[in-house]
Nanobody
Framework: QVRLVESGGGSVQAGGSLRLSCVAS?????MGWFRQAPGKEREGLAM????????EYADSVKGRFSISRDTTKNTLYQSMSSLKPEDGGTYYC?????????????????????WGQGTQVTVSS
């Protein structure tokens, strides 16, 4: 079971930027960033293949968020800019396991079996 630890959350004003990190304890496969606001379902934001590093984004964050990974450090990143109050919530990274390398465009939290504990992002207007 891989251990995923997120960091980088915080409080920013609307229009600001943050960079989230997710350190994995071992090799990972397709990985993604997800967000859950109070009273809402967890939603997929971005994901990245292992190997090819192909990416996919939800329409709500396209052009503002950027997912990347450093396989030498087993670390996943998400750079977030032009943040809006509705971007607030708990941000989670997730992994599909090391052998499941291709995301295949499916940004669905139910098919990611391994999750971090989350990091909180608050965006004030």
């Amino acid at each position: 079971q891989v251990r995923l630890v997120e960091s980088g959350g915080g409080s920013v004003q609307a229009g600001g930027s943050l960079r989230l990190s997710c350190v994995a304890s071992e090799n990972t496969g397709c990985m993604g960033w997800f967000r859950q606001a109070p009273g809402k379902e967890r939603e997929g934001l971005a994901m990245i293949d292992s190997g090819s590093s192909a990416t996919e984004y939800a329409d709500s964050v396209k052009g503002r968020f950027s997912i990347s990974r450093d396989t030498t450090k087993n670390t996943l990143y998400q750079s977030m800019s032009s943040l809006k109050p509705e971007d607030g919530g708990t941000y989670y990274c997730a992994d599909r396991r090391w052998w499941d390398t291709a995301c295949n465009g499916v940004l669905n939290p139910t098919i990611f079996p391994q999750w971090g504990q989350g990091t909180q992002v608050t965006v004030s207007s």
